[in-house]
């Protein structure tokens, strides 16, 4: 494994990680029955996750950063490999970005910090169920991204492999031919 794949494994395993402690709030909203003790512990999660320092918020929008710019390198490389598996994987990780500003922005905003007048309780309720959603969706694309590089790192090991092989079979063949001479 290459550098390249390591820090978009990194970034990519941070974001699921973050999405994987939102699961707890978001399992019960989209599965459960809702009830109001879980709408306000949905609001208050969320409210906690929005009001974070800058820093948090800072290095999550870094990492979402170096995951693209590390895709876009390894891309970058135009062969085979990059083609199918970092071609998916840079799709996957695009589509999970704009789902983020897209949906996950504006639904958190509305839960958070309604907008008087028009936003009403059964808004900031329907918001947090599309985040829910939503975050459900990004934690399915972040899991192709890495299903999408191990399924590269193990067509790389099983190329080095047949490689191998066949670099093994020709040194037979032509010490063979030397003998025979």
Same mark, same amino acid.
């Given at each position: 494994?290459?550098?390249? +794949?390591?820090v978009?494994?990194?970034? /990519? ?6 999405? @994987? ?11 459960? $029955?809702?009830?109001? *003790? $879980?709408?306000? %512990?949905?609001? +208050?999660?969320?409210? /906690? ?10 290095? @999550?929008?870094? @990492? !979402?950063? &170096?995951? !693209?710019?590390?895709? &876009?390198?390894?891309?970058? #490389? ?7 598996? %970092? ?13 983020? &500003?897209?949906?996950? &922005? ?12 028009? %936003? /009403? #309780? =059964? ?29 590269? *790192?193990?067509?790389?090991?099983? *190329?080095m ?7 093994? =079979? =020709? ?5 063979? =031919?030397?003998?025979?001479?």
């Amino acid at each position: 494994m290459g550098f390249r +794949q390591g820090v978009l494994l990194v970034a /990519t395993c941070f974001l699921f990680g973050v999405l @994987l402690a939102c699961s707890t709030i978001d399992y019960r909203v989209l599965f459960e $029955t809702l009830t109001e *003790e $879980t709408v306000q %512990d949905g609001f +208050q999660y969320y409210k /906690t996750f929005y009001n974070a320092p800058l820093g948090i918020k800072a290095l @999550l929008h870094g @990492l !979402i950063g &170096i995951g !693209i710019l590390a895709i &876009i390198t390894k891309v970058h #490389r135009w062969d085979e490999s990059a083609m199918f598996f %970092d071609g998916g994987s840079l799709a996957a990780f695009v589509f999970a970005t704009a789902m983020y &500003i897209t949906v996950t &922005i504006p639904a958190i905003r509305t839960v958070v910090t309604p907008v008087e007048g028009v %936003d /009403t #309780r =059964e808004d900031q309720i329907e918001a947090l169920r599309v985040l829910s959603a939503g975050n459900t969706l990004i934690m399915v694309l972040l899991g192709g991204i890495l299903a999408l590089q191990g399924g590269q *790192e193990w067509a790389r090991r099983l *190329e080095m492999r047949e490689l191998a092989k066949i670099a093994a =079979e =020709e040194a037979k063949e032509k010490e063979a =031919e030397k003998k025979e001479q």
